[in-house]
């Protein structure tokens, strides 16, 4: 599974940002998709993340800011980003739960991370 997320960028506090991934590759189903991030320094923290059914997570700091959509046709997941903070700043990584088989265990996939900074 190969996982290309585009957007990102520099903005100022307050502004937006739209982030996307499209998945390719051999695959038999995407459980999950989502989006985590990274400061230097610290730990990947999951911000975001859409099941093919369920519910929809956000992490605490972006709940009422950002929103995550997905279309399990195209395989695609988008990160909607309003308000943005400071503290927002980080790389962002696409991931996906995918699976091989309808039998087989989901695999987690990377994208290939996009900076996102937001300046004050």
């Known amino acids: 599974v190969q996982l290309q997320a585009s957007g990102g960028g520099l903005v100022q506090v307050g502004g937006s940002l739209r982030l996307a991934c499209a998945a390719s590759?051999?695959?038999?189903?995407?459980?999950?998709m989502g989006w985590y991030r990274q400061v230097p320094g610290e730990q990947r923290e999951l911000v975001a993340s859409?099941?093919?059914?369920?519910?929809?997570f956000y992490v605490g700091s972006v709940k009422g800011r950002f929103t995550i959509s997905r279309d399990n046709v195209q395989n695609t997941v988008s990160l909607q980003m309003i308000n943005l903070k400071p503290e927002d700043t980080a790389v962002y990584y696409c991931?996906?739960?995918?699976?091989?088989?309808?039998?087989?265990?989901?695999?987690?996939?990377w994208g290939q991370g996009t900076q996102v900074t937001v300046s004050s």
């Open positions: 991931y996906a739960l995918a699976r091989s088989s309808s039998a087989s265990v989901g695999l987690p996939y």
């Open positions: 859409k099941p093919r059914s369920g519910t929809t």
């Open positions: 590759g051999s695959f038999f189903s995407i459980d999950v």
